[in-house]
């Protein structure tokens, strides 16, 4: 990997050579690989890139960590569709929304890009076995992409994931350990069994270059743009894994000359489970907390990436919002009513967030956001549901159709 230089630590500035099973530092802090930028930029110009056809993450293999030999894994992850969303901008005030619909990926959340990348690296290894510890969509990305490659999968996740997720796992041919406990309780006992088997670790606050291929969402969201550069980007943060590899992926494109500023990030989390956003708010060192939302995804108390998505949200100027669980369900029918977007609670909660900054005044007409929804709908229908309603029933007759549209204050005609 001529265009990788090592992997450098972000709590003391030790650097390690790039072997495929890199993990921590020795001090315990989480490492970052650096690039020669240099040696990339004449390869990955905007016109190069225009004229690629690769329609997935991999076709920005020149910023990614991979030997050049090292196959692309078979599912089609990344170049999810962006969508300008000017209803919702204006129903918000806002100059300009986009929506980047990362729920659209083969496993139907942006863990997909990491778990691409996992299995790329656990060929590299020599690995035939993967394992991590996931709120639920880490975990069926990998155990998705996995089995696409022939790789096989040990999954723990708590007992609280949604059953959309721990079906994934299932129909995936993972083997499922649901823990009895909380995420990091399901987090340390994962460590404990990938340390005890040697198996190779898809654990994104482990494995430094899973943050690389969460990256390439903001590699991408740049390209759809036009190379043009929103004033903020907003996502949701749990581990803080996925806002750290959008900021490597900004700040990547600004090294290389393809932007010419740097968005701010908005890191959105649950009112009750806001531990990275407390930390930057009260300007302290995090401190754990429950994990009390229905975002299950974004339910993690003790955040892994705690360092990487702290050091992320400050260098980029960024704003820190916590939503609750209702304007989380709220969000989530906006996205679906003005754009055909369908988000899991802490998919949407991203959006929940810009939406809260704009009625607060923060947000408003000369500010231009991209939005990332961060998995799917599909995965978890109980809460939709809770937040929709039911829908009208009848029975297969005309008059009851009258009658119902009647009864429900509806004027068809
Ligand atoms: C994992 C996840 C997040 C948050 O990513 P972190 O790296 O844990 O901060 C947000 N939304 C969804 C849908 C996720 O699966
Ligand atoms: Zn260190």
Not at 61 to 77: I, N, S
Not at 152 to 169: E, H, M, N
Not at 287 to 309: C, Q
Request: aromatic share 6%; net charge neutral; hydrophobic share 40%.
């Amino acid at each position: 990997m001529e265009h990788v230089l090592c992997g450098k630590c972000v709590r003391c500035g030790r650097e390690y050579p790039a072997v495929p099973d890199l993990k921590t530092c020795g001090c315990g802090g989480i490492l970052d690989i650096t690039y020669d930028y240099d040696r990339i930029r004449p390869r990955l110009t905007k016109d190069v890139l225009a004229g690629r056809r690769t329609p997935s993450m991999w076709r920005y293999r020149e910023l990614l960590p991979v030997e050049a030999d090292t196959p692309a894994p078979p599912l089609r992850v990344g170049w999810s569709p962006l969508y300008d969303a000017p209803r919702l901008a204006e129903q918000l005030g806002l100059k300009e929304l986009w929506i980047k619909d990362d729920g659209l990926n083969p496993t139907a959340s942006l863990k997909d890009r990491a778990s691409s990348m996992a299995v790329a690296k656990a060929r590299e290894a020599g690995a035939q076995v993967i394992a991590c510890s996931s709120t639920g969509n880490a975990a069926s990305s990998l155990a998705g992409n996995a089995a696409a490659a022939g790789l096989q999968t040990y999954i723990f996740v708590p007992s609280r994931a949604p059953q959309g997720k721990v079906a994934q796992l299932l129909t995936f041919g993972a083997t499922v350990l649901s823990v009895q406990g909380s995420y990091e309780d399901t987090f340390e006992l994962s460590k404990a069994a990938i340390a005890r088997w040697g198996w190779y670790d898809r654990n994104a606050a482990v494995n430094p270059y899973l943050s690389e291929g969460k990256k390439t969402v903001s590699l991408e969201l740049m390209e759809q743009l036009g190379w043009c550069v929103p004033d903020y980007v907003a996502l949701s943060v749990g581990d803080g894994c996925t806002i750290a590899g959008v900021w490597k992926g900004l700040k990547d494109l600004y090294a290389l000359g393809l932007i010419d500023r740097l968005p701010r990030l908005i890191s959105v989390q649950a009112e009750g489970c806001c531990p990275l956003n407390r930390a930057i708010a009260e300007d302290a060192p995090w401190r754990p907390m429950e994990e009390n939302t229905l975002a299950d995804s974004i339910a993690v108390g003790v955040p892994r990436n705690a360092e990487k998505a702290l050091m992320a949200i400050r260098e980029s100027h960024g704003l820190v919002v916590n939503v609750s669980d209702e304007e989380i369900l709220e969000a989530q029918k906006l996205l679906g009513r003005t754009c055909g977007v369908f988000g899991e609670p802490a998919g949407v909660t991203g959006t929940a967030g810009v939406r809260k900054l704009c009625e607060q005044g923060v947000l408003g007409a000369k500010d231009t956001v991209a939005s990332i929804v961060t998995g799917n709908g599909l995965k978890d229908v109980a809460n939709a549901i809770r937040a929709n309603g039911s829908p009208i029933s009848v029975a297969p007759d005309m008059q009851q159709l009258l009658q119902a549209f009647a009864d429900n204050g509806i004027d068809p005609a």
